[in-house]
């Protein structure tokens, strides 16, 4: 069996909408061995080696992965929306909510995918598209050097950490549910965006960077470039087993779970292996293994997890809903979407 694995950019993205502009795009036919996955750039690697390849193993089906941002994942199914070259894309929650808003996914059949029914309720869709296969928590990534107790949101703006603070794009798993914190934190609620934009515009001397990418925010702690970042657990997962003077801590409001779900594209050459891959993914071994691998948090009731991740996310890495976190609005945060990119942008980055 062969696999290639493709990064998708910004650039490509816009070849894309080129091409299908001119209507150069070639339709392939579907083929039952042979099936695409688009996931996140980070931990791509590890990601082939633990779940990719065994899967080839055991169905025969041969998997082409796509890796790359959010953002530019979810552009390249909109622009081949008609003839999709993707058969399943992972996803962040709030990416999969704007998907599904514009007809992209199509919705899991629970008896295609029974391993559905072993998984924690916060991960189930409750309008039947694919499922959570794993979460982050938001709250604050920062360096345990510079700190005597672990700094909370309103810490971003001490002006002692003047030019040492990082901040995630609205592009980005965090940037929402940040967003939506510090409204929650200064305003009078999660939807209190003004609050929170006038917030982040004041925060600007202290960012050295509005990071996009989440390898870029890890690379930026571990060269002491940036004192803190409000951040997902996740990243602090590698880093504080390797030794590195990296931790994570929950914010006081605004306590977010960021699920990354696994979706069926519409229209996409191999719905039946879509099927089986979401299914495999959420196998009680295939959780436990990619926990190990690659610190993706279980959402199947019956996996373990490891104590790494434990030690960095507390109670709240097997069961977060009695740590006080929730899921966001994400209907509120996909209508809402360009008028928060385009103030972010105006705003705050800018």
């Not at 070259?85 to 704007?98: C, N, Q, Y």
């Not at 072993?118 to 700190?147: E, H, N, V, W």
Request: include cysteine.
């Amino acid at each position: 069996m062969t696999r290639t694995t493709r990064l998708i950019g910004g650039a490509a993205a816009a070849a894309l909408v080129s091409l299908s502009l001119s209507g150069c795009a070639q339709s392939a036919d579907a083929d039952p061995k042979k099936l695409t996955v688009s996931t996140f750039g980070f931990g791509a690697d590890q990601f082939e080696k633990t779940v990719v390849k065994p899967f080839e193993k055991k169905t025969g089906i041969d998997v082409t992965v796509e890796a790359g941002a959010n953002a530019d994942r979810l552009t390249k199914l909109r622009v081949n929306k008609a003839d999709p070259t993707v058969d399943v894309v992972m996803i962040s929650d709030l990416f999969a909510a704007m998907g599904q808003k514009q007809g992209l996914f199509d919705k899991i059949d629970p008896k295609k995918v029974p391993n559905v029914s072993k998984i924690y309720d916060f991960a189930k869709s409750t309008d039947g598209y694919g499922p959570a296969y794993t979460y982050q928590l938001l709250g604050m990534l920062y360096r345990t050097d510079k700190f005597t107790k672990p700094p909370t949101l309103k810490d971003l703006w001490d002006a002692e950490h003047k030019g040492k603070v990082a901040v995630p794009d609205l592009s980005t798993s965090a940037g929402a549910p940040f967003l939506q914190a510090t409204a929650a934190t200064y305003g009078s609620g999660p939807k209190d965006t003004d609050t929170a934009f006038k917030k982040l515009s004041d925060l600007k001397p202290n960012v050295l960077k509005f990071f996009n990418r989440s390898t870029e925010l890890v690379s930026l702690l571990d060269r002491g470039e940036v004192d803190m970042a409000p951040g997902l657990d996740l990243f602090a997962v590698d880093p504080a087993k390797a030794g590195k003077p990296i931790g994570w801590a929950p914010f006081d409001k605004g306590r977010y779970v960021a699920a990354n779900t696994a979706q069926i594209v519409k229209g996409g050459k191999n719905k039946a292996g879509a099927e089986k891959f979401i299914n495999y993914l959420l196998s009680a071994d295939v959780q436990e293994k990619a926990a190990a691998s690659f610190s993706d948090k279980p959402v199947n009731k019956d996996a373990k997890v490891p104590a790494a991740i434990t030690k960095v996310s507390g109670k709240a890495a097997s069961d977060p809903s009695a740590a006080g976190f929730t899921s966001p609005d994400l209907g509120y945060a996909v209508d809402h979407n360009d008028e928060w990119v385009d103030r972010f942008q105006r705003e705050v980055s800018g």
